[in-house]
């Protein structure tokens, strides 16, 4: 498993992951334009949701309520093959919090969530 909030690219071009990411560099994480289903383990148990955008410390979900900021995430997200140019899907099981929620209406949401870990399961 990787602690992507820890992980940090020193002087030397290596990853030191003892020095934590500032919100800044999270932020500035290339996001890609990317729709996909995606069921979520949250404080009501697996629920459907679709990405809007992901990067790799992060994501932007649609989902029919508002999380609370801080709530703890987990969710798998399954890479097709043909857009990571790989032979087969790809599974990544990411752990993560809610940083922030957007009321899109009555019934929908836009939830920004930062990934803590994530494991690549296949």
Known sequence: MTDKDTEKENSTGKVDSTE???????????????????????DRGVE????????????????????????????????????????KDVVVH????????FRKGEADAEIAAVIDRYQMLS
């Open 48 to 87: 459907s949701a679709e990405t809007i955008n992901i990067s790799a410390s992060g994501m932007l979900f649609a989902f029919e309520r508002c999380l609370a900021k801080g709530s703890p995430i987990e969710f798998d997200l399954k890479m097709p093959a043909g857009s990571l140019g790989m032979e």
């Open 20 to 42: 934590p990411i500032s919100p800044t560099e999270l932020r500035t994480a290339v996001r890609f334009p990317v729709r996909l289903p995606v069921q979520i383990q949250a």
């Open 94 to 101: 990411c752990v993560g919090r809610v940083i922030r929620c």
